[in-house]
């Protein structure tokens, strides 16, 4: 797919870039390349390949789901300044 200067500088425009000629053309250049390519990879038989959730065929290891440490709400909460109903009270921040 062809991409020109006119179609860069409308689009520079509409978005109130200011682009010199040279820098229209390179802009074009690059994205007439990048076009070019998204192209290639659109023309590529895929329908033989399954699809992935991740490009990696790795098994993520997990460990298991246990209680590892033991539950010390009341001895943290007897260092706090204020508490209510098993919560800490803080300041209010955003008003």
Not at 7 to 12: G, L, N, P, T
């Amino acid at each position: 797919m062809a991409f020109d200067k006119s179609e860069v500088e409308k689009i520079a425009h509409l978005a109130r870039l200011h682009l010199s000629s040279s820098e229209s053309e390179e802009v074009a250049a690059r994205v007439s390349d990048i076009l070019g390519l998204i192209d290639k990879m659109q023309s590529v038989d895929t329908d033989a390949v399954a699809p992935l959730s991740h490009p990696f065929e790795a098994v993520q290891k997990l460990r298991p789901d246990v209680v590892t440490e033991p539950n010390r709400r009341d001895e943290l909460q007897a260092l706090a300044p204020l508490c209510q109903d098993g919560l800490f009270l803080v300041p209010k921040v955003i008003e």
